[in-house]
């Protein structure tokens, strides 16, 4: 698909959206694409053109929302605010890492968007993010670290906004690569996967309100908790795996032999389902005949669903 196709197409889903609102997002996605030069790592890091458009609309259905909050209350302070922001440095941020130094993956947002695609090599991009608001460095131990560090306005459009530049991470992971440990963790954003192939020893997945959907990760022991958002994970784990689900929602879909995993589980007022096993209501589960894959699970008022296909 060529850039124009891809452009028409999103014009197209959008139509619900007002004529002004259209040709704002579509302007606004053609610069995306000038900027990066690179029209088929965009199309890959955006998705397809109707996922984009669900986005979208959602986003300008929030920005009105916001705006409307704003007129309501004190202009002084909406000021204010914009003043703050204007004081910071925002540019499009680029990180490259040679990936024969990298054993180890830390990333770690508070809020944002971020998009993890497959590439030749270990790379940051952002785009209206502030260089303040972003740690990214090879430690000594050869743990690649990326995070924001300080809080930043993630309004998608607003008419009030002296910028358009939509705050968005794409972090690139080479194909097939192979670490000791990976850690990812949201809070209140969104951190979405293109089809990974990364293996690792160990690891930690860690939601908090927002959404993850991780496809592509096959590992050893890796260890997760959902607080109050959603998460989606298609891969393989294995050993002694710890989840906590507060009052979200888990899913996973996992490739192995489903004999070969065994599983404990403490429900409060969710669900729980493992395979073809679904518990509901306040119950605990024990197994005394513990495999060496094995779950133990603490669901609250959320839902924790496990797949395991052979």
Same mark, same amino acid.
């Given at each position: 698909?060529? +850039? ?23 302007? &606004? ?8 030069? *690179? ?40 000021? *204010? ?12 941020? &680029? ?57 930043? $306005?993630?309004?998608?459009?607003? !008419?009030? +906004? ?20 990976? +850690? ?30 991780? $496809?592509? =990760?096959?590992?050893?022991? =890796? ?18 795996? #710890? ?7 888990? $899913?996973?879909?996992?490739?192995? *032999? ?12 969710? *669900? ?12 605990? =589960? ?7 894959? !094995? ?13 395991? #296909?052979?």
């Amino acid at each position: 698909m060529t +850039r124009e196709e891809y452009l028409n197409e999103l014009k197209s889903s959008i139509m619900s959206l007002s004529s002004d609102e259209q040709a704002e997002a579509i302007q &606004y996605y053609s610069d995306y694409f000038d900027e990066a030069d *690179d029209d088929e790592k965009v199309m890959r890091e955006l998705g397809s053109p109707e996922e984009l458009a669900k986005t979208i609309i959602e986003k300008f259905a929030n920005a009105l929302v916001d705006t409307k909050a704003n007129d309501d209350g004190d202009s002084g302070k909406k000021d *204010d605010r914009e003043g703050a922001s204007s004081g910071l440095s925002i540019d499009a941020l &680029y990180f490259e890492f040679d990936k024969k130094e990298v054993k180890k993956l830390s990333m770690d947002f508070g809020a944002a968007e971020v998009v993890v695609i497959e590439g030749e090599k270990y790379s940051i991009e952002t785009r209206g993010l502030p260089e303040e608001c972003m740690n990214c460095y090879l430690s000594k131990e050869g743990t690649l670290v990326v995070s924001n560090s300080h809080r930043f $306005n993630l309004n998608f459009w607003s !008419h009030n +906004r002296r910028s358009r530049i939509v705050p968005r991470v794409l972090v690139t992971i080479p194909k097939n690569a192979e670490l000791e440990k990976i +850690r990812i963790a949201i809070g209140a954003g969104k951190l979405t996967t293109k089809e990974l192939s990364v293996k690792c020893a160990a690891g930690n997945v860690d939601v908090g309100a927002g959404n993850m959907v991780l $496809n592509g =990760i096959f590992g050893g022991h =890796i260890d997760m908790r959902c607080g109050m958002g959603n998460l989606e994970y298609k891969g393989s784990v294995t050993g002694s795996v #710890n989840l906590d689900c507060g009052m979200g929602s888990v $899913n996973l879909e996992l490739s192995g *032999d489903p004999k070969s995993y065994s599983y404990d589980a403490k429900v409060g007022l969710g *669900d729980f389902r493992f395979n073809d096993d679904k518990k509901s209501g306040v119950c605990q =589960i024990y197994n005394n005949q513990k495999l060496a894959n !094995h779950f133990s699970v603490n669901v609250g008022m959320g839902s924790v669903a496990i797949k395991i #296909n052979a």
